[in-house]
């Protein structure tokens, strides 16, 4: 079982900072994806990442994916309240064994964004 | 909204209960998961019924049960379970295309909080 790992596991900031949470594997990831889950609700997909070096912005989000495809980050510029929740990364490993294949879960950075 | 609608949003149950969780999709896909998150662990996939085929976490013990009697309902049936079960439970569903990746989004429901007692 391939294993992700994200860091940092909590992270508390003020309104109006920057942060960066990572998202990282052994193994090279055939697709990664990024969730957010506010409390009482499920996981929301935020983004899709496929090639090596990609860079994807989402209004005051910025995901990249590592040229390997073994890591990803995401960058908040500017962090709001709304911001705050629990931030999964979810990868897909293989694309022949598993064509139809089942995402696996980090365990997800939690932010914590103060007025 | 995300189209998948899971009840009870909470259950609390005794270690000789037997209950079970509902979900449906309103969004015609063709594969429905149950994956049970706890605090500080990944979401651990449980059960996928993707194109028919259901393919099971090995790891997930037999008090947990699932039934798909169409594509677009899932139920989890509990029994005898322990508290260390008491979790979050997420159905999600996704449009799946066997032999082709399309970085498919999964769609979650807004989860089933369970407490064994």
């Known amino acids: 079982t391939q294993l992700l790992e994200q860091s940092p596991q909590f992270l508390s900031i003020q309104e109006g900072e920057n942060l960066t949470v990572y998202c990282n594997s052994s193994s090279v990831f055939s697709s990664l994806q990024w969730y957010r889950q506010e409390p009482g609700e499920g996981p929301v997909l935020l983004v899709t990442?496929?090639?090596?070096?990609e860079v994807k912005k989402l209004k005051r989000l910025t995901f990249q994916f590592g040229d390997a495809r073994k890591d990803s980050s995401l960058h908040i510029t500017a962090a709001q309240p709304g911001d705050t929740g629990l931030y999964l990364c979810a990868g897909r490993w293989s694309l022949i064994t598993d064509s139809w294949g089942k995402f696996q879960f980090g365990a997800g950075t939690q932010v914590v964004v103060t007025p | 909204e995300t189209g998948v609608t899971q009840t009870p949003r909470h259950l609390v149950m005794g270690m000789t209960n037997k209950k079970s969780l509902k979900c449906e999709q309103h969004l015609g896909h063709n594969a429905m998961y149950w994956y049970k998150q706890s605090a500080k662990k990944p979401l651990e996939l449980m059960f996928v019924?993707?194109?028919?085929?259901?393919?099971e976490n090995n790891s997930v013990p037999s008090r947990f049960s699932p039934e798909c009697p169409n594509s677009s309902h899932l139920f989890l049936h509990l029994h005898t379970l322990q508290p260390e079960d008491s979790a979050l439970y997420l159905c999600?569903?996704?449009?799946?295309?066997?032999?082709?990746?399309?970085?498919?989004?999964?769609?979650f429901g807004e989860g089933s909080w369970l407490t064994v007692v």
């Open positions: 019924y993707s194109l028919e085929e259901r393919v």
């Open positions: 999600a569903s996704s449009q799946e295309d066997r032999g082709l990746w399309s970085g498919n989004t999964i769609y």
């Open positions: 990442v496929v090639t090596g070096g």
